[in-house]
């Protein structure tokens, strides 16, 4: 059994476990964090950050790397240049969308790091084996209408950089990223506008007040709809009230096998279930509004493996929409959306 005494003084490693894939036809995203712990008394620089992925007979597949070349050196794009003394610190993978013929069997990452005067050199690695998520509920979109993507869950998403290794964040209870496949959902017109009229109010806004229906059976887990649609958060509240006061008035649904549908920042008093009724897909269960952490009308969907924020995000693929790319329409018959996409379920 390792002690603290054994621990290594640099380690790398890769979460969440298991490493999930979210695919479709058009690509593959490995959405994972790169956990850096440094407990020697002195702060690391990271100078390289590699890939390298493997297919199920072990053969080399491809490989990729930023490092410190260049007039603006490309390891100038990792968001993690540091890690102080003493101190842990995550990295957002900078290598999270491969070609959909790639098998991603095995990857491992190479970190190089050293100290301030170059005096002490490490190269720390992670291997990780992620696995092809494919939902056992068959998803729709949440709104029925015209959309766009507001906020998705790319590599410059807010929900995609979450980072819960803050100690300010852990002691509000936040340990993972529940938010890792998650989306902002915001009605607009035929010409891609959010609102008309004054933004300050709710009411001008298209979505506010739009139906929210379950994206598949299930079982409601969860119900609030008692906040305000008043656009303001006080982060403080968290510490009395929980992590879930970030979404206002929310709903879960249970849809089974570990799979949780969580349908954020809903409308005051819209919901139209109770904890413990059975849902159908395409149900009314509430309406768009603006509680909690919300900047303006909009619906925060995610798919996630329990409840509360204690859980961790799930890939999620939608059946049966359009793609609104300007005059013309693109039929999906499954596939995810991305941040930007204008979507309209049919």
Do not use: C
Not at 39 to 53: F, P, W, Y
Not at 219 to 231: L, M, N, T
């Amino acid at each position: 059994m390792m002690t603290a005494a054994d621990a290594p003084d640099v380690s790398v490693h890769v979460s969440p476990q298991p490493a999930l894939i979210s695919a479709d036809a058009s690509g593959q995203s490995l959405s994972v964090d790169l956990i850096i712990e440094n407990r020697m008394a002195e702060a690391l620089d990271v100078d390289e950050v590699q890939v390298s992925v493997f297919d199920r007979s072990g053969k080399l597949v491809l490989r990729k790397f930023i490092d410190g070349n260049g007039t603006r050196p490309s390891i100038r794009t990792a968001d993690v240049s540091e890690v102080p003394a003493g101190a842990t610190s995550l990295l957002f993978n900078p290598f999270h969308e491969f070609a959909p013929d790639v098998d991603l069997h095995t990857v491992q990452f190479d970190l190089k790091l050293s100290s301030k005067d170059g005096s002490r050199r490490n190269t720390e690695s992670a291997i990780v084996k992620p696995e092809v998520y494919r939902a056992k509920a068959r998803l729709i979109l949440p709104i029925q209408r015209r959309m766009i993507v507001y906020d998705g869950h790319d590599f410059y998403a807010h929900h995609r950089r979450w980072d819960y290794t803050i100690p300010g964040l852990q002691q509000l209870g936040f340990r993972t990223n529940f938010m890792r496949y998650s989306y902002d959902f915001v009605p607009v017109d035929e010409d891609g506008n959010m609102s008309s009229g004054p933004k300050e109010k709710n009411e001008s806004w298209f979505g506010f007040g739009t139906p929210v229906r379950a994206v598949a059976d299930g079982v409601v887990a969860a119900v609030v709809d008692s906040a305000p649609d008043d656009r303001t958060f006080d982060p403080a509240t968290i510490a009395t009230d929980g992590p879930m006061k970030i979404w206002g008035n929310y709903l879960v649904i249970d849809h089974g096998n570990g799979e949780h549908s969580l349908y954020g920042h809903i409308q005051h008093g819209s919901s139209r279930v109770k904890v413990g009724q059975k849902v159908r897909k395409g149900d009314a269960i509430a309406a768009i509004g603006a509680s909690g952490s919300s900047m303006f009308p909009h619906l925060h969907f995610e798919m996630q493996t329990g409840v509360d924020t204690n859980s961790e995000g799930l890939p999620s693929v939608f059946e049966q929409y359009d793609r609104v790319l300007g005059s013309r329409r693109v039929r999906v018959k499954s596939g995810r959306v991305n941040s930007g996409d204008i979507v309209q379920s049919r």
